[in-house]
Every structure is written in C-alpha cells, then in structure tokens.
C-alpha cells in the first residue's frame, strides 16, 4: 500500500512560480515511477509530467516543457513539482501518482495505481 500526500499548492499571481511537493509512504517508493497530473474544471485529467525510479529520465507535455520541472529524492520519499512562468491555464487541481511496478516513467494515467488527494493551484491573471 501507498499512500502520496500533495502539499504546495495555492494561489499566485500569473508569472509566479509555486513548488508542488509529494510525500509517499510505502518501501516501494525508490524503485517506482511517478507522475504529476492536473485536472482543470471541465476538462480531461492530463499528465504535466513523468519521472523515471532513479530521477535521470523525465517527460514534460508541449504545454509545460521549459516552464515545469520534475524532480524527486527517494532519501525522503519525495517527488516535487517545480512550477514556474505560470499561467492563467495552469489553474487546476493537482495530482501526484505512482506507477507501483513500473521503474521507467509511463504517460498513461491507467498505467498509475496510487493516487494523492490533489493540490489546487489557482493562477490570477
């Protein structure tokens, strides 16, 4: 079992920066896949991006690529989401996942088995 508890989120003006943070429990963590998802009322979840178990592969959407960063530290079970330049679209709830049994990052929300509670990220324009 694992559980991920998101943290960082609230409210910044357009072009402000916010840091998303992660917290899992679980002896599973250093070996497995995370992805940070977001949700925006009306409209699909979508990943914003993916990280590999060690933190040496990443991927971004066209959409956030340049503008969001990926990190983690399995020392502390934790996997961050550094959001800058943010934009009014940005705004929407936030979701960290882990992919329990996969090592290499996936895209595919089907291919996530554990779920944070999300985190609401608010842009003003």
């Known amino acids: 079992q694992v559980q991920l508890v998101e943290s960082g989120g609230g409210l910044v003006q357009a072009g402000g920066s916010l840091r998303l943070s992660c917290a899992a429990s679980?002896?599973?963590?250093?070996?497995?896949?995370m992805g940070w998802f977001r949700q925006a009322p009306g409209k699909e979840r979508e990943i914003v991006a993916a990280i590999n178990w060690s933190g040496a592969d990443t991927y971004y959407p066209n959409s956030v690529k340049g503008r969001f960063t990926i990190s983690r530290d399995n020392r502390k079970n934790t996997v961050y989401l550094q959001m800058n330049s943010l934009k009014p679209e940005d705004t929407a709830v936030y979701y960290c996942?882990?992919?329990?049994?996969?090592?290499?990052?996936?895209?595919?929300?089907?291919?996530?088995?554990?779920w944070g509670q999300g985190t609401l990220v608010t842009v003003s324009s």
């Open positions: 996942a882990a992919a329990v049994g996969r090592t290499g990052y996936t895209t595919r929300s089907a291919d996530y088995n554990y």
């Open positions: 679980g002896r599973t963590f250093g070996s497995t896949a």
